[in-house]
């Protein structure tokens, strides 16, 4: 569970910015996400798992900064129910980078499995997010968080890899490994100071994160020289 903890409240020319630190690091996390849309979409790439991708961060952008604004900065004013938005961009966005990870693998895995996983995150979508509009508790979007980034990103990004030292898989491995250790963070009293807190801390991994996952889509389907003679596999299936 989420450790309360009350960051001073700022004024800028009288206007008031509750958890001003908790506010920008959100923000930072938003402009890390634009940014991975944009150096993907500058890549020029036109394959599902990219395209998947680019839309991740697209709405994981917009959610991050509404995050940073109504469900921070400015929450006095709006209230716990404009949480919603925010959180429902961000589970959607959750959904994309799992249909990305299932596109990267479909060469390899049984369509069966890849067919099932992608009809399975739309009814968890549903599911999840009809609970987290009616409970307004923010434990049920990281529950969809959490399956959807260890049950099926780090899941298939690991089979990826394992076949075939994938490097974009490698990358989505990692930033995998930070989003876990920003998530233990965000839920437990690992507090430096009010001015920078669990939160606070977690954002600046999530950040972190993004970077890793913003190589990992530019790198998708390179191999190491030592096993280049597995590349017509992932080949096929980024066409």
């Known amino acids: 569970m989420a450790i309360e903890v009350i960051q001073p409240d700022v004024f800028l020319l009288g206007l008031r910015i509750q958890e001003p630190v908790t506010t920008i690091t959100d923000l930072f996390v938003s402009a890390a996400n634009f940014y991975g849309y944009y150096r993907i979409q500058k890549a020029g790439f036109t394959d599902n798992s990219r395209r998947f991708l680019k839309i991740y961060f697209l709405l994981m952008g ?3 900064a509404l995050g940073g604004l109504l469900a921070h900065g400015f929450l ?3 209230g716990d129910p404009w949480k919603i938005p925010g959180w429902f961009l961000s589970m959607i966005g959750i959904m994309f980078i799992e249909r990305s990870a299932i596109e990267h693998s479909k060469n390899l895995v049984n369509k069966k499995t ?25 434990r049920v979007v990281e529950f969809h968080s959490a399956y959807g980034v260890l049950g099926v990103v780090l899941a298939f990004h690991l089979y990826v890899f394992r076949k075939t030292r994938d490097i974009g898989s490698r990358w ?26 669990h939160a606070d801390f977690a954002h600046i991994l999530m950040m972190i994160a993004t970077f890793f996952f913003i190589q990992g889509g530019l790198h998708l389907g390179k191999l190491p020289a030592d096993t280049q003679r597995t590349s017509e596999v992932l080949a096929t299936s980024e066409s």
């Open 62 to 64: 917009f959610a991050t």
């Open 76 to 78: 006095y004013f709006f």
């Open 114 to 138: 890849g067919s099932f996983f992608l009809k399975a995150n739309l009814v968890e979508l549903a599911i999840m997010m009809s609970l987290a509009a009616y409970t307004l508790d923010f």
């Open 172 to 197: 989505f491995l990692w930033g995998v490994v930070l989003l876990i250790i920003a998530t233990f963070i965000f839920n437990y009293p690992i507090i430096i100071d009010p001015w920078f807190t």
